[in-house]
């Protein structure tokens, strides 16, 4: 079961110090939407992962079209879960494995990763966004979590790690602002 803040909040407070940061796959669910709705994806140059905190990484095709209410979404994570993959027949739209959140940027690319967090140097996000376009196979990193920041090992694993905004942001507002600006970097065709 995924544990929601809005349906298990007593069960969470029961966790302690571990229930920290969890019980909103609303967040996740946002930015997903965002990101598999942007033309940046449409394009094919967009890939999504979610890292769990339990060394999950679920890998999202870019044509699936998720489930746009959370309760919904909710429930195919909790299927993605049994299953590892999902539907159950047919081209997977969602994969589910073990990995560590290192494995998977070394894959990905080691070299240009950059860390979008409220403690990171100020720097807005088009000019973390033209530095992105030159690289290779750039990665971002968005917090998906309500509280914190991200942990000490995953800062080290960041080649750059900036603040957009002088006020802290949403995870969603982050995601929408980062491929807009990286589109507007690399010349998305609007017309």
């Known amino acids: ?8 909040h007593s069960a969470i407070l029961r966790l302690g110090k571990s229930g920290i940061g969890r019980g909103r796959p609303d967040i996740v669910h946002f930015c997903l939407l965002l990101a598999l709705g942007a033309p940046l994806n449409s ?3 967009l890939t999504c992962f979610v890292h769990s905190r ?13 489930p746009r209410n959370t309760d919904r979404f909710t429930a195919l994570i909790e299927q993605l879960y049994q299953t590892s993959v999902v539907p159950s027949t047919g081209p997977p739209l969602m994969k589910l494995r073990r990995e560590s959140l290192k494995d998977l940027l070394n894959k990905i690319s ?6 979008l967090t409220s403690v990171g140097s100020p720097k807005p996000m088009e000019v973390v966004a ?22 000490d090992q995953t800062m080290k694993m960041a080649s750059g790690k900036f603040r957009i905004d002088r006020r802290r942001l949403e995870a ?20």
């Open 1 to 8: 079961m995924i544990l929601d803040q809005s349906y298990h």
């Open 43 to 45: 394009d094919n140059q």
């Open 54 to 66: 339990d060394d999950h990484v679920i890998t999202i095709d870019p044509r699936a079209r998720l």
């Open 110 to 115: 080691p070299d240009s990763i950059v860390a």
């Open 130 to 151: 033209a530095g992105l376009q030159e690289a290779k196979r750039p990665v971002l990193l968005v917090g998906g979590f309500p509280v914190g920041h991200f942990s």
């Open 172 to 191: 969603w507002t982050v995601v929408g602002r980062a491929i807009y600006d990286y589109e507007k970097a690399i010349g998305t065709e609007r017309f």
